[in-house]
């Protein structure tokens, strides 16, 4: 069965510095792999998503993540945080494109302090 | 803009009542799909339609959820005697209006059983 696990249910940052948020997937054929945010009492926004082309995602907000198949990660990254990013960031995984059904992670929370 | 839009956005009710969502996307859209989100965790699949039929159900739907997709647009999710477990955040995606191996969410629908 397909699955992502996210480490740290909370990640710290200050304002300006690096953004990084870890992702690894456990699949048995080639996945596909997304990350949302999601706001405070909101739904979730897709930021960026990996469908076997490039291994260098770029999504909005400034955010890209980097397949890596030998070490089954898709971290999510941003160069400079800023206080808009603070919300909860979650991965996930689909195997059947077809089906569009996708197995999430447990999310991290991450908070930007000034 | 998520092209979907659910109602109601919270909903508050004693245990043991009755409860329904609806989830209406923009355009057309042969598919649609529900997930459930509680607290501190990520979005699960619940159960999805391709038109009006309800091809697949995930084990967490139990007998007294249903959802139904009349006409092939807008669909609902019934909760029946709600229990305290059912407290969550109910969302409601569908794929994007042409070829494309994601879901965009709607902004969900929170319940709240007391």
């Known amino acids: 069965a397909q699955s992502v696990t996210q480490l740290g249910s909370h990640v710290s940052v200050s304002e300006g510095a690096l953004v990084l948020l870890r992702c690894n997937y456990s699949?048995?054929?080639?996945?596909?792999l997304f990350w949302y945010v999601q706001y405070p009492n909101q739904g979730l926004q897709l930021l960026l998503k990996?469908?076997?082309?490039?291994?260098l995602v770029k999504g909005i907000n400034g955010f890209e993540a980097e397949f890596k198949k030998s070490e089954t990660s898709f971290h999510l990254t941003k160069p400079s945080a800023h206080m808009s990013d603070a919300a909860e960031y979650f991965c996930?995984?689909?195997?059947?494109?077809?089906?569009?059904?996708?197995?999430f992670g447990t999310g991290t929370r991450l908070l930007v302090s000034p | 803009d998520t092209g979907v839009s659910q109602n109601p956005r919270h909903k508050i009710t004693k245990r043991g009542q009755n409860v329904t969502f609806r989830c209406d996307p923009i355009?057309?859209?042969?598919?649609l799909y529900w997930y459930r989100q509680t607290l501190g965790q990520g979005p699960e699949f619940l159960t999805y339609?391709?038109?009006?039929?309800?091809?697949?159900k995930s084990r967490l739907l139990s007998d007294r959820f249903s959802a139904e997709r009349p006409k092939g647009s807008f669909s609902t999710l019934e909760i029946q005697r709600t229990e305290q477990g059912d407290s969550a955040m109910y969302l409601c995606?569908?794929?994007?209006?042409?070829?494309?191996?994601?879901?965009?969410f709607g902004e969900g629908s929170w319940l709240t059983v007391v």
């Open positions: 995606a569908i794929p994007p209006r042409y070829a494309g191996n994601t879901i965009y």
């Open positions: 699949s048995s054929v080639p996945p596909y």
């Open positions: 990996y469908t076997s082309a490039a291994t």
């Open positions: 355009s057309e859209h042969n598919r």
């Open positions: 996930a995984v689909s195997v059947d494109t077809g089906f569009q059904k996708l197995v």
């Open positions: 339609f391709q038109n009006e039929a309800q091809l697949e």
